[in-house]
């Protein structure tokens, strides 16, 4: 599958926008991260999100800049400037956070690396925007109010763009996708930890394939 050009300086919003879903990754064996990029790759999916949940996450961020160039590999459950820091350093070239603080901003804003911050209340939706960030992670959506929370800030917060993540699976991604303040979603339900421990790599394929299939009014 052809995919755009990626702008020279990367934003939020430019990995937000790439493509309906930003997959929500845990690697458990570093051997897998690079065929389970591929696949991704290969079904149009290229914003991936390596969540720092494992002791192997940087190792895999590390192979997947090395040797998938066509991915554009991020770092998920940023929570602090070393976080950051040993994120970009093994070559994320965006940060993903499940809270915002100001601090994380910052180290983020000085390493040039883009970030999408958690939030789920309206203060911290103008603490970020007090930073500078438009583009930002509804998280934990469902539990934090789902569409009806999104449609409530659709009116003071007009310029906000969000991606939900938490609780978004194939069942209610397109109902998300379809507010106007939504740029994606995120979601772990393109990799399946049975198919990643199996190798099923065309099953992950073909869901990235479905997933860029869903329609984003919002963009």
């Known amino acids: 599958m052809a995919l755009k050009p990626l702008p020279v300086t990367l934003t939020a919003l430019d990995v937000m926008r790439d493509a309906p879903v930003i997959p929500v990754i845990v690697v458990q064996d570093a051997a897998q991260a690079v065929p389970l990029a591929r696949a991704l790759v290969a079904g149009g999916i290229r914003m991936l999100e390596v969540t720092l949940r494992t002791p192997v996450a940087l190792e895999a961020i590390r192979a997947i800049a090395q040797e998938v160039p066509e991915a554009v590999v991020g770092a998920g459950t940023v929570r602090s400037a070393e976080n950051a820091k040993a994120a970009a350093q093994a070559g994320a070239r965006f940060a993903v956070s499940p809270?915002?603080?100001?601090a994380l901003s910052r180290a983020c804003r000085d390493l040039g690396l883009?970030?999408?911050?958690?939030?789920?209340?309206?203060?911290?939706?103008?603490?970020?925007?007090d930073e500078g960030h438009d583009a930002l992670k509804f998280f934990p959506a469902l539990q934090a109010g789902g569409t009806a929370m999104l449609k409530a800030w659709a009116g003071p917060f007009a310029e906000a763009k969000f991606c939900p993540t938490g609780g978004v699976s194939p069942v209610n991604a397109q109902e998300?996708?379809?507010?106007?303040n939504v740029a994606c979603v995120g979601g772990s339900w393109l990799t399946p930890a049975e198919a990643?421990?199996?190798g099923a790599w065309d099953h992950i394929t073909d869901l990235a394939r479905a997933a860029t299939g869903l329609v984003r009014p919002g963009t």
Do not use: D, N, Y
Not at 99 to 102: Q, Y
Not at 116 to 127: C, Q
Not at 176 to 180: D, V
């Open 99 to 102: 809270g915002f603080t100001v």
């Open 176 to 180: 998300f996708l379809a507010l106007p």
């Open 114 to 129: 883009p970030l999408l911050p958690g939030v789920a209340t309206g203060s911290e939706i103008m603490m970020a925007q």
């Open 196 to 198: 990643v421990t199996t």
